[in-house]
């Protein structure tokens, strides 16, 4: 007998293996049609099996954001790692020298300090860790602030026998605050073009950049059209979620990932609590006014959340829902990655069937 989603406990988080698989199809051929790589960051899913599906849609290899999720993906078979952080200390250089038996492995970084401590455990160990500059176009996070910056630290990097520079990188996170596809569209361009600005001034000096890599979801369609780009690095369009269609980059019928709920109060006619508080959804909400909608009444929102509590506050004069405490409802959060990592397990549903459950296993990696 099959399980259906409505059978099952909560809060427990479901993707659509169908909007999943359209999601990775339109990006791959995204990518595929402007002529670059891609290389999806799995610290949206931490989930090899979704992983293993990216591949296979013609994906050259993977991002993460920790040597934790590296392990993790080396250890399902995966053999081609960009780990996108600055990677520090021994500790994790010993973790990473064994991944880097098993997969072609690099790492970000904006410091000569994070480029000599990796040389000189490398070097003792008589490797090489490539690496990656990370500039920064407006994002305010990581990054080299200047091209005259990036070619300073290339040719002091230069010097150093533990490491291998092979390419520039950037990521415009600064997308997520814009409000228009215009604005989306011009920071995308802005993003490609620097990161072959400096991948170009770089090579002028004789350094040897094989890559220039820029990605985020809703900047990627944009960003990979510029001439010099050579590989995307998206992670939420496996998924998609509620921020992706503030910014124009999905629609609802995209987005594969849900948390399903359980109405356990109705306080008052205009307010409803569901078990899916910020123990289940992401706490960040990307400056969006609630934390997820249910995917069946979207202009019904999760208000606001407390640990174990979600609470629906329905606005003046907004029409009731005909939900009763005991219904199940399916939320779309604000942000796929966040939500995913407050789970164990990915309920695999197709229609309204349980196909198959996958472990998140990089949930928790964070070192």
Known sequence: MSLG????????????????????????????????????????????????MQLQQGATGICVAKVGEAEVMVGAGIDDIFVVYPVLGDQKYERLLRVMERADVRISLDSYEVAEAASNYFARQKSKLKVLLEMDNGFGRCGLQSVEEACDLADRIADLPGVTLTGVMAFAGHSYRTTTTSQVIQIGRGEGSQAVSVAEALRARGHNIEEVSIGSTPTTPFAARVEGVTEARPGVYAFMDQKQITLGS????????TVLATVVSHPRPDRFIVDAGLKALSGDTFGLDNYGMLLDRPEIKVNWASEEHGVIQLRANQSIPNLRIGDKVRIVPDHACGTTNMHDTLIVTRGEQVVDEWRVAGRGKFR
Do not use: F, Y
């Open 250 to 257: 999905a629609t609802l019928e995209e987005c594969a990932l």
């Open 5 to 52: 989603i409505w059978d099952l406990d909560t809060p427990a988080l479901l993707v659509d293996i169908d909007r999943l698989e359209h999601n990775l199809v339109r990006m791959s051929a995204r990518c595929r049609d402007a002529g670059v790589k891609l290389r999806p960051h799995t610290k949206t899913h931490k989930t090899p099996e979704i992983a293993r």
